[in-house]
C-alpha cells in the first residue's frame, strides 16, 4: 500500500520588484495618508480656533437657536436653527434631484440616439462648471418670482398640510426656493455616477431579461437598477454633500433669519454655510470663533454624508 503526498503549492516568486511599482506605490500610499492628515489638519483648526467661543458661550450651542456672538461680555449662540436649515435644504434638494438624475441617466444609456446621448451628457456635465453665484442671481432673479403665483396656489389647494400651510412669502425667498436651485446644482453629481453604473450593467443580464419577453422597462426595472442600487445611493449622498456645503447661492436667496421652521412657503430657515457668508464681514469679539464653530459642525456633517456614501458604494461593488 502506497501513499502520496498532496501536490505542494508553487513558492511565490521572490524576485526583485520593479523601481516604478515601488515608486508608484509610495506615492500611492502617500496620497492616501496626505488626505487623512488634511482632513485632520482642518478638524483640528476649526476646534482650536473655535475653543474660545465655545468656552464663554453662555448658551448651548447645539440646541439653542439664539445668535449673539458678536459681543464681549455673555455670548449666547447655538447652531440648532442653522443645522436645521441646512439638513432641510439637502433633503428637499435630493429628493427633487435624485428621480430626475435617474431618469436623465436612463434616458442617455438606454433610450436616446448615440450622437443626442453625447449632446445631453455633454450639457449635464456642463452644469457643474457653472459657478455658484451664477445660481444665486437665476434663483433670486428669475426663479423666485415665477414662484411667488405657484406658491399662492399650494398655500390655497394644499395649505391643510402643515408643510404648505399660509401665507406664503411675497418674495419667495423660502427654504423651497433654495432647494430647487441646490436641486440644480447637484443634479450633475447624481446624473455622472447613476450614468456610469448604468453603464456598468453586465450584457448578459440585459439581454437575459430581454431574451425573456421583458419589455425594455422591464429589463431596467429587473436587470439595471438593482445592479445599479449601490452607485444611485452613493451619487445622490455625493449630491447631499455638495448641497450641505453650498454657500453662495444659499446665502443670496434665503433671507439672514434665524428659525426653526418647518413650512417651506414662508421665510425663516437658514443654513450654516449661508449665514457664515452673511455674517463673516460684521463678526467682532466672539463673532469669528463662533461661526468657525458652525463650520466645524458643518464640517462634521458633509465628511459623514461622503464617507456614508463611499462606503455604500464600495460595499455595492464589493457585492456585486
Known sequence: MTTTDAPKAAPPPTGKRRMGDVVFAGTARGSGILIL???????????????????ANTANFLTSQAWEANVRESPAFGVAALAFGTVLAAAIALLLATPVAIG?????????PRKLASLLGYLVDLLAAIPSVVYGLWGIGFLAPQLVPVY???????????????????????ILTAGIVLAVMILPIITAMSRDVFHQ???????????????????????VLPFGKSGIVGGAMLGMGRALGETMAVAMILSPSLAISWNLLQSGNQTIAGHIALQYPEATGYGVSALIAAGLVLFAITLVVNMGARYVVARGNKES
Open 104 to 112: 436623465i441617466a436612463l434616458f442617455i444609456v438606454y433610450y436616446a
Open 152 to 174: 399662492e396656489g399650494m398655500t390655497r389647494y394644499l395649505g391643510w398640510i402643515p408643510l404648505f400651510a399660509g401665507p406664503a412669502s411675497t418674495s419667495a425667498r423660502t
Open 37 to 55: 492628515l488634511i482632513l485632520a489638519g482642518v478638524a483640528a483648526f476649526l476646534i482650536v480656533q473655535a475653543w474660545p467661543s465655545l468656552a
Open 201 to 223: 450593467v453586465p450584457q448578459g443580464h440585459r439581454e437575459a431579461a430581454l431574451a425573456m419577453g421583458a419589455t425594455r422597462w422591464e429589463m431596467i426595472r429587473l436587470a
